[in-house]
């Protein structure tokens, strides 16, 4: 058993991949680059790690990926333990691990390292478990045998294109768009208060052919304590100290309550 199927038996990391470091260079900007060094003098490999978080799960206003426990800590967690395991192995290496605040591009490594294709829509698509999936990597020092897959394209068929209501535009993404602080434009205001999400969009994943039947999640931390809608209720009174105390432990509590409480407001036709 090699060093990656080790470590998925071994620490919950559910698909694992490994690519070069050299193959993302090109994509990332040179204060990314330098970023990284300052965190890892010499990174050679990326183990790339998908976290599925697809559940069963009732109507509700919050995006499907915010409704169990913050993916940071999960994911953290599991690459934290597989780390460990690795610096115990090899003492004399480094091993950096990175979940979403990653100078490194997350999608691209993935599918570097053979997890999966990118769609239209630049999210990553594994054959199992769809786009519905989070990413995380430990990068090291330690040469590894790295796969050499060129990224593939999704089935390009434009369904999410179509769906999206801002024609997959990222300046105006709703998901953006719902976790933005302070006073939105007025065409901002109009697309959140169309929106049936007060926090995120899934519009383009629950159209993609590619994303029909994907497998759900077995991450207890996914599946147990959902929390499917908020309402100005739920939101009342609440400083974001009290919020953080009510929801400690959620994808959407760093932004306080404010841009929630903004956002049902103008689905409620109110002035925030």
Not at 6 to 28: I, N, R, T
Not at 113 to 139: D, K, M, Q, R, W
Not at 211 to 230: K, V
Request: charged content about 15%; aromatic content about 6%.
């Amino acid at each position: 058993m090699n060093i990656v199927d080790s470590l998925s038996v071994s620490h919950g990391l559910c698909a694992c991949g490994v690519c070069g470091y050299e193959a993302l260079q090109p994509h990332m900007t040179e204060a990314q680059r330098r970023g990284l060094a300052r965190r890892i003098a010499h990174p050679r490999t990326v183990i790339v790690a998908l976290f599925p978080y697809l559940a069963p799960c009732a109507p509700g206003n919050l995006s499907l990926y915010a409704r169990g426990r913050d993916y940071h800590a999960v994911a953290t967690a599991h690459l934290e333990a597989a780390a460990q395991a690795l610096r115990a192995a090899h003492p004399d290496c480094s091993f950096l691990v990175l979940a979403d605040d990653s100078p490194l591009p997350e999608v691209y490594a993935a599918a570097c390292a053979g997890l999966g294709c990118i769609g239209e829509n630049g999210l990553l698509i594994h054959p199992v478990y769809g786009s519905y999936v989070f990413i995380g990597t430990i990068v090291t020092d330690l040469a590894l045998p790295a796969q050499a897959h060129a990224p593939a394209s999704c089935l390009s068929c434009g369904a999410c294109h179509r769906a999206c209501p801002v024609g997959l535009d990222k300046s105006l993404c709703l998901s953006a768009l719902t976790q933005q602080g302070g006073i939105l434009t007025e065409e901002q205001a109009a697309l959140v208060r169309a929106h049936p999400l007060i926090w995120g969009c899934d519009t383009c994943q629950l159209v993609c052919p590619m994303n029909r039947g994907a497998a759900q999640t077995t991450e207890p931390a996914f599946l147990q304590g959902q929390i499917c809608s908020l309402s100005l209720a739920d939101l009342d009174g609440l400083t974001r100290r009290q919020f953080t105390q009510k929801y400690p432990d959620r994808a959407f509590t760093w932004r306080g309550p404010a841009p929630l409480r903004r956002n049902l407001m103008l689905k409620q036709g109110d002035t925030p």
